[in-house]
C-alpha cells in the first residue's frame, strides 16, 4: 500500500513540476515577448527583461529580435536622369520598434527583409531617376541617401520597424559602359595631348625662327664690328709704316724686302722665275737698292726722288 501511494505521489509531483515548468517563461534582453492564445495575442508585447507567467498549454511565448538588423541588398541596375545605367549595391540596418505590429504583418525576419528589399529597391529607382550620375557620385549623394532613407521609413513603419541606416556602397557603371567609356576617355586624352604637343612644336618653330634671326642679327653686327676694327687696324698699321718709312725710307725699303726675300724663298721647293734686273733683287747687285732706279714710295706716303752718295 505504501508502495502505491508513493508512486501515485511521485506521479503527482512529477506533473505539477512539469506544468509549474510550462507556466512560466524569461524574457532575454535582446528579445520583445508576444503571449499567444491559440493564436491570439492575449497581452501587450512584453519587452522588459524578466520571469513570466502564463497559463500552461493554453499559451505559447513568440520572440521577437530587438537588436539591430542587417538587411544586404544584391547589386540593383538603375537608370539615372542623364540615361546613364548604374550598378548600385545598398545595404541597411533597421530595428523592429512595434514587436506586435511585426508579428501580424510579416512574423518572421526573413520575410520582413523581403518587404524591405523591395521598399529599398522601388525607393532606389524612383529617386536615382531624378539624380544625374555626377550627383550620385560626387555631389549629393548624402542628400539622396537620406531621401531613400526616408521614403522606405514611411513605408516600413507599417512592418513595425524604422530604419537606422541606409547606404549606397557602391556606385558604378556595368562594365561594359566603364569599358566604353574608359575608351573615350583615352581617346580625349590623346587628342589633348596631341594638341598639346602641336601647340609646343608651334612654340618651338616660333621660338627657333626668332633665334635664328636674332642669331642673324647678331653675326652681322658682330661682322661689321670686326670690319670696323679691322679698317681701323689696318689704318693704324699703315700710319705706322708710313711714319717708320718717313723717319728712315731706306731702311725701311731694305727691311720690307728682306721680309719680301723671307717669305719669297722659303724651303718648300719654292721656284720663280723672274729677270734678274728685275726690281724685286735689287739689293742683289746695290745694297743701297739704286742699281735700276728709285725705290717705290712705301704704302701711304708719296713718292720720293732717290738720293745720291
Known amino acids: 500500500m505504501n508502495s502505491s501511494l508513493k508512486l501515485v505521489f511521485g506521479v503527482v509531483a512529477a506533473i505539477a513540476l512539469f506544468v509549474l515548468a510550462n507556466s512560466f517563461f524569461i524574457v532575454q534582453m535582446t528579445q520583445h515577448a508576444i503571449v499567444l492564445r491559440f493564436g491570439q495575442v492575449v497581452r501587450e508585447p512584453i519587452s522588459e527583461p524578466?520571469?513570466?507567467f502564463k497559463v500552461p498549454f493554453i499559451e505559447n511565448v513568440v520572440t521577437v529580435d530587438k537588436r539591430i538588423l542587417d538587411l544586404d541588398l544584391p547589386v540593383q541596375t538603375v537608370l539615372s536622369t542623364d540615361r546613364q545605367n548604374l550598378d548600385v549595391d545598398a545595404f541597411a540596418r533597421y530595428r523592429i520598434t512595434q514587436p506586435l505590429r511585426f508579428f501580424q504583418t510579416v512574423r518572421t525576419i526573413p520575410n520582413a527583409n523581403t518587404r524591405l528589399a523591395s521598399f529599398v529597391n522601388s525607393s532606389m529607382r524612383n529617386i536615382i531617376a531624378g539624380a544625374t550620375m555626377a550627383q550620385l557620385i560626387r555631389t549629393d549623394r548624402d542628400r539622396l541617401m537620406n531621401r531613400i532613407q526616408e521614403e522606405v521609413n514611411r513605408e516600413a513603419t507599417?512592418?513595425?520597424?524604422a530604419i537606422v541606416d541606409l547606404?549606397?556602397?557602391r556606385v558604378?557603371?556595368?562594365?561594359?559602359?566603364?569599358?566604353?567609356v574608359f575608351n573615350r576617355m583615352q581617346t580625349e586624352?590623346?587628342?589633348?595631348a596631341a594638341d598639346l604637343r602641336a601647340t609646343g612644336q608651334q612654340a618651338a618653330v616660333t621660338i627657333r625662327a626668332r633665334a635664328d634671326r636674332e642669331v642673324v642679327g647678331i653675326l652681322a653686327e658682330a661682322d661689321r664690328r670686326s670690319e670696323e676694327l679691322r679698317g681701323a687696324g689696318d689704318a693704324e698699321r699703315n700710319k705706322i709704316f708710313a711714319e717708320a718709312f718717313n723717319r728712315d725710307p731706306d731702311f725701311f725699303s731694305f727691311?720690307?724686302?728682306?721680309?719680301?726675300y723671307e717669305q719669297s724663298l722659303k724651303q718648300s721647293d719654292t721656284r720663280m722665275v723672274l729677270?734678274?734686273?728685275?726690281e724685286f733683287f735689287r739689293y742683289f747687285g746695290d745694297p743701297a737698292g739704286r742699281r735700276n732706279g728709285p725705290r717705290p714710295p712705301?704704302?701711304?706716303?708719296?713718292a720720293t726722288p732717290p738720293t745720291g752718295n
Open 275 to 278: 729677270s734678274p734686273n728685275s
Open 189 to 192: 586624352r590623346r587628342q589633348e
Open 172 to 180: 558604378d557603371l556595368p562594365q561594359v559602359n566603364q569599358e566604353a
Open 298 to 302: 712705301a704704302p701711304g706716303t708719296p
Open 167 to 169: 547606404r549606397l556602397t
Open 158 to 161: 507599417t512592418l513595425g520597424v
Open 255 to 260: 727691311y720690307r724686302t728682306m721680309q719680301a
Open 50 to 52: 524578466g520571469l513570466y
